[in-house]
């Protein structure tokens, strides 16, 4: 089925084995599949023949259970994380409840309907007391998303959201973190960067190996490593992205950072699965862990009846 938007066009297609929404105007072209979180799987800047995320290499996409690890699946597109990153136990009323890998909604199966321009996509969980809604539109180079989350339960929700947006990496690429950041906090085990917990200066520091290492830049896939890393501390602005010198093209993030006062990133240069990616990650909790989160005091609780209401403003700039 095919709806004509004022200004851009919403089509129901088939994207590899699975249903899918595209939307597309004049300069860009979006594809979204509401069965698999609402995941985000192709952003195309059309006279730039540019797709900014790093698609799914397997010729299908597989449909992950609950509790199933994110690993074992494509890991590709923009997914969202919540409520955790990484799984977890938590005290929710009198039970434990144990949160997924990467959260519940990555696997969630979404309903849809068109509504003013809008894809809205639902859903309600099966492991807590909450609802998951997230508008999703089109204006002009930019992809909009906007998020309500309501806790409908009487007990408070300890909860991490997190932006798993993954894109593809090139060379030549510069990673622009937000302004003011001067430090950045290692928080994976590196034969660079040294032990979680390390602090390194931004933009530039010496590695483990004596050598200066650019942090806002990334290694060929050949060094077969991985990385991760947040801002230190809170945001001074809810702003980041990245430059590809080679096609002109600026890619944006613009989000809250009232809402989202916190920034990871995580690349792969051919450490995971030969994958070559990176992910600038804006979240409310640091860091994606809700034990870890709550230790450092920068975890969010959304407490019975409220709402979490923010939004993610996606940018394909040609410049």
């Not at 992950?64 to 990153?85: C, Q």
Request: hydrophobic residues 30%.
């Amino acid at each position: 089925m095919k709806y004509n938007c004022d200004k851009f066009i919403i089509k129901e297609i088939k994207h590899k084995n699975i249903e899918a929404l595209q939307l597309e105007n004049h300069i860009i072209k979006i594809i979204v599949i509401p069965s698999l979180g609402g995941k985000i799987a192709s952003f195309y800047r059309k006279d730039k023949d540019f797709e900014l995320l790093y698609e799914n290499k397997y010729e299908k996409y597989i449909k992950p259970n609950l509790y199933d690890f994110f690993e074992k699946y494509d890991a590709s597109g923009f997914d969202d994380a919540f409520p955790t990153i990484d799984t977890c136990k938590v005290k929710y009323g009198e039970e434990e409840i144990i949160y997924p890998d990467h959260g519940e909604i990555w696997t969630g199966n979404f309903n849809y309907q068109i509504v003013e321009d809008k894809i809205i996509l639902t859903y309600t969980s099966k492991i807590l007391d909450y609802s998951y809604e997230k508008k999703t539109y089109i204006e002009d180079d930019k992809l909009i998303i906007n998020y309500k989350i309501i806790n409908k339960g009487k007990y408070n929700l300890p909860c991490i959201w997190a932006m798993h947006c993954l894109v593809k990496c090139e060379e030549d690429m510069e990673i622009i973190f937000p302004k003011g950041c001067s430090k950045i906090l290692n928080v994976h085990d590196s034969e660079y960067l040294g032990t979680i917990g390390k602090v390194h200066s931004y933009p530039k520091t010496i590695s483990c190996k004596g050598d200066i290492y650019y942090l806002n830049r990334v290694f060929p896939k050949s060094y077969n490593k991985t990385e991760k890393y947040y801002v230190k501390g809170e945001l001074q602005e809810g702003k980041c992205g990245i430059y590809y010198p080679s096609k002109k093209i600026l890619y944006s993030i613009d989000f809250p950072k009232e809402k989202l006062p916190y920034l990871g990133f995580w690349v792969t240069e051919g450490g995971f699965r030969g994958d070559y990616n990176c992910a600038l990650e804006p979240t409310n909790g640091y860091y994606d862990d809700i034990d870890i989160a709550k230790n450092n005091n920068k975890l969010k609780i959304l407490e019975p009846k409220e709402e979490l209401n923010f939004y993610i403003r996606l940018q394909l700039k040609s410049i």
